[in-house]
């Protein structure tokens, strides 16, 4: 570190740091320069800060003191602040050899909404007031989850979400992995392609904390002309009271791309707020898997191309098919009735078909995923007995034949439970279920106890879904304690215990990808394929999922990999995935019959490459399962 008269220079191999430290210059620009290694700048750092609440915004209007203090090999930089929302109000730059390190800490009370870290609220000297933001001297930002539209590295004036809420409507459509590694990377070059990832000198911007203390549902990188700053969304559920502090920003020289995701885990696992392990791997959870949901959507979507006065079975009569022969794409709005009604498919009687054409075609998953919905109701997880009047006989039958079974879960849905449970809205209505509530949490572990125990349904574990559903809004009432991301982990962390507790050898499947999320989660769900680029070009699925699997590598590098398959765009792109899947995991069959969203049937022929890809797949198993 040096001190000059011009302020405070910090060297270190892989960057260079430099603020102005006179209070009148500061206070009328408080930046930290953040350089690479060459002198090339990242970023002007803005070194102001709000932590909102819901009864005032917090507004900086004096900055009385910069302070530098040495510790051994780092350097601490402290700017103290006056602000409309706390009796004290401080930033704090941690800069150690290999990271810049941001955190703000404030004292007083209040309901937290929202906190901005690397620009906020102000009125600085000489009459510049409302939002200050860092600068952008990057190209790229990388944005570790799936979207669509599907760009892994976007323009650094493109907006980025990575959190526990979403869904596929318009502006939603980012919590596919919930929650995903809380990473972004700066690059110096654009991306060429949506799934691309350019070479060169990165930086890394991370968040670091306690998962117990990740009560925020969101955290967004905000750009706005040549500016941007790190918006966490508490939305009123955190309570300070004395003191409290923000989760760290870590500010880190990457020489990849996917080195950001890396060095966020290792980050992570240093501090001791990952596992550094993985969980105990048992040999059957890498066996093919068969999930009945794309063999559903595919029964209803041909039921709805069926011309209603032609004879046949309603069921599976065959596709509309234009001249020419090709298959007749779904617009969305068939897409989004399919998978509506699809669920009504979830039934005994076609999983015993499903079964029995996998027999017939020499296929035998190690694992049957019963999917959407098998359920009388999603919250307490009662099986529907006209769905399925026998499923404790039918995993038995199952088990007598070597063969697993998990059942879908849906992660937050209320219905079933009592309101006192439950998440509320204004109206008093159930949203949620509240893993705030220990009572809540009661009735979640006996449920799980009973679906996997010999003496329920004795079932093998679960695939859970819809982690992106976290309760999210202001007016929401809760029992109170946690929320956001911690909530989900809360959650999760009853669901796991419990399977554990009712089999030892019970297998998770979660779409978490979060490095803290490892001890709640044993495989890791690619999930939903998406469709365009963001210029409306198709996105071939090996790529989008061999991204997919490069992210959740990296942040959970342990764990198993379920390779997912839908939905799938065409016959020939289900084939090439079909082969590609061995290298990215466990294989997953979605598909028997035809393709739901072309209606293109499926031939025995396809089915015989399924069979063949697995064969070779199980070979390449067999020394594992022998050392196991």
Same mark, same amino acid.
């Given at each position: 570190?040096?001190?000059?008269?011009?302020?405070?220079?910090?060297?270190? /191999?892989?960057?260079?740091?430099?603020?102005?430290?006179?209070?009148?210059?500061?206070?009328?620009?408080?930046?930290?320069?953040?350089? !690479?290694?060459?002198?090339?700048?990242?970023?002007?750092?803005?070194?102001?800060?709000?932590?909102?609440?819901?009864?005032?915004?917090?507004?900086?209007?004096?900055?009385?003191?910069?302070?530098?203090?040495?510790?051994? /090999?780092?350097?601490?930089?402290?700017?103290?602040?006056?602000?409309?929302?706390?009796?004290?109000?401080?930033?704090?730059?941690?800069?150690?050899?290999?990271?810049?390190?941001?955190?703000?800490?404030?004292?007083?009370?209040?309901?937290?909404?929202?906190?901005?870290?690397?620009?906020?609220?102000?009125?600085?000297?000489?009459?510049?007031?409302?939002?200050?933001?860092?600068?952008?001297?990057?190209?790229?930002?990388?944005?570790?989850?799936?979207?669509?539209?599907?760009?892994?590295?976007?323009?650094?004036?493109?907006?980025?979400?990575?959190?526990?809420?979403?869904?596929?409507?318009?502006?939603?459509?980012?919590?596919?992995?919930?929650?995903?590694?809380?990473?972004?990377?700066?690059?110096?070059?654009?991306?060429?392609?949506?799934?691309?990832?350019?070479?060169?000198?990165?930086?890394?911007?991370?968040?670091?904390?306690?998962?117990?203390?990740?009560?925020?549902?969101?955290?967004?990188?905000?750009?706005?002309?040549?500016?941007?700053?790190?918006?966490?969304?508490?939305?009123?559920?955190?309570?300070?009271?004395?003191?409290?502090?923000?989760?760290?920003?870590?500010?880190?020289?990457?020489?990849?791309?996917?080195?950001?995701?890396?060095?966020?885990?290792?980050?992570?696992?240093?501090?001791?707020?990952?596992?550094? /392990?993985?969980?105990?791997?048992?040999?059957?959870?890498?066996?093919?898997?068969?999930?009945?949901?794309?063999?559903?959507?595919?029964?209803?979507?041909?039921?709805?191309?069926?011309?209603?006065?032609?004879?046949?079975?309603?069921?599976?009569?065959?596709?509309?098919?234009?001249?020419?022969?090709?298959?007749?794409?779904?617009?969305?709005?068939?897409?989004?009735?399919?998978?509506?009604?699809?669920?009504?498919?979830?039934?005994?009687?076609?999983?015993?078909?499903?079964?029995?054409?996998?027999?017939?075609?020499?296929?035998?998953?190690?694992?049957?995923?019963?999917?959407?919905?098998?359920?009388?109701?999603?919250?307490?997880?009662?099986?529907?007995?006209?769905?399925?009047?026998?499923?404790?006989?039918?995993?038995?039958?199952?088990?007598?034949?070597?063969?697993?079974?998990?059942?879908?879960?849906?992660?937050?849905?209320?219905?079933?439970?009592?309101?006192?449970?439950?998440?509320?809205?204004?109206?008093?209505?159930?949203?949620?279920?509240?893993?705030?509530?220990?009572?809540?949490?009661?009735?979640?572990?006996?449920?799980?106890?009973?679906?996997?125990?010999?003496?329920?349904?004795?079932?093998?574990?679960?695939?859970?879904?819809?982690?992106?559903?976290?309760?999210?809004?202001?007016?929401?009432?809760?029992?109170?304690?946690?929320?956001?991301?911690?909530?989900?982990?809360?959650?999760?962390?009853?669901?796991?215990?419990?399977?554990?507790?009712?089999?030892?050898?019970?297998?998770?499947?979660?779409?978490?990808?979060?490095?803290?999320?490892? !001890?709640?989660?044993?495989?890791?769900?690619?999930?939903?394929?998406?469709?365009?680029?963001?210029?409306?070009?198709?996105?071939?699925?090996? !790529?989008?999922?061999?991204?997919?699997?490069?992210?959740?590598?990296?942040?959970?590098?342990?764990?198993?990999?379920?390779? !997912?398959?839908?939905?799938?765009?065409?016959?020939?792109?289900?084939?090439?995935?079909?082969?590609?899947?061995?290298?990215?995991?466990?294989?997953?069959?979605?598909?028997?019959?035809?393709?739901?969203?072309?209606?293109?049937?499926?031939?025995?022929?396809?089915?015989?490459?399924?069979?063949?890809?697995?064969?070779?797949?199980?070979?390449?198993?067999?020394?594992?399962?022998?050392?196991?």
């Amino acid at each position: 570190m040096q001190v000059g008269a011009d302020g405070i220079r910090v060297t270190a /191999e892989a960057y260079s740091l430099h603020l102005e430290t006179t209070l009148v210059g500061f206070a009328r620009a408080p930046f930290a320069h953040l350089y !690479d290694r060459h002198g090339r700048p990242w970023s002007a750092i803005n070194l102001l800060s709000s932590v909102h609440t819901t009864a005032a915004p917090d507004e900086t209007w004096s900055v009385d003191d910069v302070e530098a203090v040495p510790l051994g /090999e780092d350097v601490q930089i402290i700017v103290t602040t006056r602000s409309s929302a706390w009796e004290e109000h401080e930033l704090r730059l941690l800069c150690t050899p290999g990271t810049v390190e941001v955190t703000v800490r404030v004292a007083g009370s209040g309901d937290i909404a929202s906190v901005q870290l690397l620009g906020g609220q102000a009125t600085l000297e000489g009459g510049a007031c409302g939002t200050f933001r860092s600068s952008i001297e990057f190209a790229g930002v990388l944005v570790p989850v799936p979207t669509e539209p599907v760009h892994l590295v976007r323009p650094s004036s493109a907006a980025g979400v990575l959190g526990v809420v979403g869904d596929a409507t318009p502006g939603r459509l980012h919590g596919i992995f919930s929650p995903p590694p809380l990473v972004y990377g700066f690059s110096r070059e654009p991306s060429d392609g949506p799934t691309s990832v350019p070479g060169g000198d990165w930086l890394g911007l991370s968040l670091r904390g306690p998962v117990e203390t990740l009560t925020f549902t969101t955290m967004r990188y905000e750009p706005l002309d040549g500016g941007f700053l790190i918006r966490l969304d508490y939305e009123g559920h955190t309570r300070a009271e004395g003191e409290w502090r923000s989760p760290t920003l870590v500010l880190r020289p990457s020489a990849s791309g996917w080195g950001t995701i890396e060095d966020h885990r290792e980050d992570l696992v240093a501090h001791g707020l990952a596992p550094s /392990e993985g969980p105990h791997d048992e040999a059957w959870w890498h066996e093919p898997l068969f999930c009945g949901w794309g063999a559903q959507c595919a029964r209803l979507a041909r039921r709805l191309r069926h011309e209603p006065d032609t004879p046949g079975d309603p069921v599976l009569g065959g596709p509309v098919l234009p001249e020419g022969g090709e298959a007749l794409l779904e617009v969305d709005e068939e897409e989004e009735l399919v998978a509506k009604s699809a669920p009504s498919l979830a039934r005994q009687d076609v999983y015993d078909e499903f079964l029995a054409t996998l027999e017939e075609n020499g296929l035998r998953p190690g694992t049957i995923v019963i999917d959407d919905r098998w359920q009388a109701e999603y919250g307490t997880a009662e099986p529907d007995l006209d769905h399925w009047p026998d499923l404790r006989g039918w995993i038995a039958e199952r088990h007598a034949a070597g063969q697993k079974v998990l059942l879908w879960w849906k992660a937050w849905d209320p219905a079933g439970l009592p309101a006192e449970e439950c998440v509320l809205d204004a109206a008093g209505r159930p949203i949620a279920a509240d893993p705030s509530n220990p009572r809540y949490l009661a009735r979640l572990a006996a449920i799980v106890r009973g679906l996997l125990s010999v003496e329920g349904l004795d079932a093998d574990g679960f695939k859970v879904d819809f982690t992106q559903r976290a309760p999210s809004g202001q007016s929401l009432r809760s029992h109170g304690g946690v929320w956001g991301i911690a909530a989900l982990h809360a959650l999760l962390r009853t669901i796991y215990q419990a399977a554990k507790e009712a089999k030892p050898d019970a297998l998770v499947v979660c779409h978490t990808v979060h490095p803290s999320f490892g !001890d709640v989660c044993d495989m890791v769900r690619l999930n939903d394929v998406l469709k365009h680029d963001a210029t409306g070009r198709h996105v071939p699925v090996v !790529d989008q999922l061999a991204f997919r699997h490069a992210i959740a590598t990296r942040a959970l590098p342990h764990h198993a990999i379920d390779t !997912d398959q839908w939905p799938m765009p065409s016959r020939s792109e289900w084939l090439d995935y079909v082969v590609a899947q061995p290298s990215l995991g466990v294989p997953a069959l979605y598909y028997l019959e035809s393709i739901d969203r072309t209606g293109e049937p499926i031939e025995a022929g396809d089915l015989a490459i399924v069979a063949s890809t697995w064969a070779e797949y199980r070979e390449g198993l067999t020394p594992k399962s022998e050392e196991a």
